[in-house]
């Protein structure tokens, strides 16, 4: 019981990190502004599989896009080896507490499933990204 308080602190304080560094790009608001919009087109560049998944589709309509997750991540995008991962991912208890910041209503259901005995994390539910690995383009 005590490593599973643990590793929920240090999950937290993964999350609560991530959330800083990314500012206001895990805010809950509806809406979107015309940069973010942008931003979630300039990803579908190259993650055009993104686009029709069941997890892009139900944020986006709610206004929330890419940026909102996964801050501006312009290294990322600008990495034509393919190698810099975007701002902000987030894996196993880390996505769950992430989650929790816009899905407060989701708590009780989220510490359900976190006393189960297969613990499970939000986007084996309830959709996620398949990213495709595609080599990187050849230089020279």
Not at 131 to 140: L, Y
Request: charge should be positive; aromatic fraction near 2%.
């Amino acid at each position: 019981m005590r490593e599973r308080k643990r590793g929920i602190l240090l999950a937290v304080a993964a999350v609560a990190g991530v959330v800083a560094a990314v500012a206001g790009a895990a805010s809950c608001r509806l809406g979107r502004s015309a940069s973010e919009a942008m931003a979630s087109n300039v990803c579908y560049e190259c993650h055009i599989d993104f686009r029709a998944e069941e997890l892009v589709v139900v944020h986006e309509a709610h206004g929330v896009t890419c940026v909102r997750c996964h801050g501006p991540s312009r290294p990322h995008m600008e990495d034509e080896e393919r190698r810099t991962p975007a701002d902000a991912t987030f894996r196993a208890k880390a996505m769950g507490v992430f989650c929790l910041t816009c899905h407060k209503e989701a708590r009780d259901h989220a510490a359900e499933v976190a006393k189960a005995e297969t613990p499970r994390t939000c986007t084996q539910c309830h959709g996620s990204h398949r990213i495709i690995q595609t080599p990187p383009p050849k230089t020279g």
